[in-house]
């Protein structure tokens, strides 16, 4: 009996091993169709790679969804950041964070797709407030200190008055549209999904 546990237990650890990366991996293909959005700025541009770091979370749990994120981001740095900076992938792994933890917890708290839904809109609002707040107070700042240019010069390239206008004009609305069609992406495959899910989680 012990040795059937143990042989299950080790069964899932390395499931968990194989599926974390290859979700990673494929977060990672799902960066390079990113495609830009009228009317924000043209650092910000919407891509579905979220949507394995929501899986994997939804399927072992917030830590694991966490992984993912900073292994595609890593991927990233490795293989397709340009400038050698760190700041893209430190914003992409709050964002993501940000996003798929209220829907992971709502998920395991067992309150069924009403919850997920519940989770997903909080992880919208989320996105959009810790973004606004990252990249008024950290990350504009940050991208004007490494170009080693004023933070007015920054604006002027975005014809923003003020850092916060561009977050308020810019950033904000971005973040509530990528929310939103995450979520109408998500929302399909977790009601595919679902039982699959929940069986994992509860492994």
Known sequence: MKETALHTSRSRSTQRLVTIPMLAAVAFILQYLEVPIPL???FLKLDFSTLPAL?????????????????????HLLFKNTDGLLIG??????AGASFILPA????????????????????TLLITIVMAIANAYVLLPAYAVLYQMPIE???????????????????VPFN???GAVISLVAYPIYV????RIAVRATN
């Open 40 to 42: 924000t700025p043209s």
């Open 55 to 75: 899986i994997g979370g939804l399927m072992y749990g917030p830590i694991a969804g966490i992984i993912i994120e900073v292994l595609k981001n890593t991927l």
């Open 89 to 94: 992938e430190l914003a992409n792994v709050i």
């Open 104 to 123: 992971i917890y709502m998920q395991r708290l067992g309150l069924g797709k009403k919850g997920f839904l519940t989770g997903l809109a909080l992880g």
């Open 153 to 171: 010069q920054l604006l002027q390239m975005f014809n923003a008055t003020s850092i916060w206008s561009l977050v308020l004009v810019g950033i």
């Open 176 to 178: 509530i549209f990528k």
């Open 192 to 195: 595919k999904l679902g039982s």
